[in-house]
């Protein structure tokens, strides 16, 4: 299927992968240049919260108005890959994958080592003290409060 990728920049989408996997997030467009130039790859890719996809990977994508969850296969991706990846997307400018990371976060903190446990809660009092967005900080509250009941 020959899809125009270029025209999701800056648009939240709904991308389907080769394998039917579908994630949801606001895309950033990088064309073969940059990609060849910053992974040696020729080949136009979207990236949604820290993951490439790359053309040929990509089977299908749309644009959504609303996402169908508080967070999806994207989020739980970026968990399985560990703290630093998440540290990533909680530290990126776009408060969609923030939050959509929280609430990931939230449901499934038990699947963090105590280590990362640990990094995550520096990197929510950080959140806290900077994010201007009240729905984030409530989440990073109710996070830092959720890691403090596994303490127990």
């Known amino acids: ?7 999701y920049d800056n648009k939240k989408i709904r991308l389907e992968d080769l394998e039917g ?11 073969k240049e940059y990609n060849e130039l910053e992974y040696g790859r020729r080949e136009e890719s979207l990236t949604l919260s820290q993951n490439i996809f790359y053309r040929s990977e990509i089977k299908k994508v749309v644009c959504i108005k609303e996402y169908s969850s508080s ?4 989020e739980e991706t970026v ?3 560990g703290i630093d990846l998440i540290e990533e997307v909680l530290d990126s400018e776009e408060e ?9 976060l939230e449901e499934k903190y038990f699947c ?3 280590s990362d446990q640990t ?5 929510l009092n ?8 009240k729905e984030i900080k409530e989440k990073a509250r109710l996070l830092i409060e959720k890691g403090k009941q596994y303490e127990r």
Not at 1 to 7: D, E, G
Not at 119 to 123: P, Q, S, T, V
Not at 126 to 133: A, E, G, L, P
Request: include cysteine; aromatic fraction near 12%; glycine fraction near 6%.
């Open 112 to 114: 963090l080592a105590k």
């Open 71 to 74: 967070y999806g296969k994207l």
């Open 126 to 133: 950080t959140i806290i003290k900077y994010s201007n967005k």
């Open 96 to 104: 969609d994958s923030v939050y959509r990371m929280l609430c990931c």
């Open 79 to 81: 968990l399985e890959a």
């Open 1 to 7: 299927m020959n899809i125009n990728i270029k025209r």
């Open 119 to 123: 990094k995550l809660y520096d990197i």
């Open 21 to 31: 996997n579908q994630f949801e997030g606001i895309a950033i467009y990088d064309g």
